[in-house]
């Protein structure tokens, strides 16, 4: 429409989570949350709730195809989140589109394993988010145990196995690494952010809570949502990703007073208004 000014638009391509924690309902809610219209392609149907994941329904790669081309072909995307792609011919089929089409820079967050525990992926998808998506990436956000398995290694379990897990998974293509340190332990939560210009270890008091649901989908969302909105020069990680972690911070504290489900509740996406 002329004469309007273009709203900030942001994808997720993920999964559904029908507790509204995680998936795609957590990456709606942190677009809107953060000023971003949040667009979104649906990858997989789960059952599941706080306590765990009973079941998981592909939706067949070639309609995941079309949901993003037709989009695609229509709305100006800022920046794209992947999440949970579910089966390896969707990876295959979500890396062909992207390389077809502009969709923004992309944020890709590895999703193998829920919070629960539940594997969500098998090895043929590992295999293809390796091969054909992290050459694609502008930032992958891989935890401990998915950065091992993208790399085929035990999981780090100090700062500098995480440094040197970073650089391996920068060389598989992406332009940029966070990788996240919360499997760690510890009263402090540490990141590593590795790019061609160096490493940016953070560090943040760890929040106390249960309501953990979600951190992943909710970080990586940010982190997008925030680039769609120009936060940040190309390629400059480093101000996305501390603001990104200052909002999931928030609502990592505030998550308990949600008092969502019996398991690990949801974090708080929209504590700054309610």
Not at 93 to 116: F, I
Not at 172 to 185: D, E, M, R, S
Request: charged residues 15%.
């Amino acid at each position: 429409m002329s004469g309007v000014a273009p709203t900030a638009v942001a994808l997720t391509v993920a999964g559904s989570d029908p507790s509204g924690g995680a998936g795609i309902q957590a990456d709606l809610k942190t677009f809107s949350a953060l000023g971003v219209y949040g667009t979104a392609v649906l990858t997989a149907l789960t059952a599941q709730n706080t306590r765990g994941v009973t079941g998981v329904h592909a939706v067949p790669a070639a309609f995941v195809g079309d949901q993003l081309r037709t989009l695609l072909d229509d709305v100006p995307v800022g920046a794209t989140k992947l999440g949970m792609l579910g089966t390896a011919d969707v990876v295959r089929e979500v890396a062909t589109v992207l390389a077809e089409r502009r969709s923004g820079p992309v944020v890709c967050d590895p999703v193998m394993v829920a919070t629960s525990g539940d594997r969500l992926v098998g090895q043929d998808a590992v295999d293809a988010i390796r091969a054909d998506l992290l050459p694609l990436t502008a930032l992958v956000t891989p935890n401990v145990p998915e950065a091992a398995a993208l790399l085929d290694r035990p999981p780090a379990e100090s700062v500098d196995g995480m440094v040197e897990q970073a650089h391996a998974l920068l060389r598989l293509g992406p332009a940029a690494v966070l990788l996240k340190g919360g499997h760690l332990g510890g009263e402090e939560s540490v990141d590593v952010l590795v790019d061609a210009d160096g490493i940016v270890v953070t560090r943040r008091p760890r929040v106390a809570t249960s309501a953990t649901h979600g951190t992943g989908c909710t970080l990586s969302s940010a982190i997008a949502a925030l680039v769609a909105r120009g936060v940040g020069g190309p390629g400059e990680w480093e101000p996305v990703v501390e603001q990104a972690r200052d909002y999931l911070h928030e609502a990592l504290a505030a998550g308990e007073s949600l008092g969502i489900g019996s398991g690990h509740g949801p974090v708080h996406h929209f504590v700054r208004w309610w």
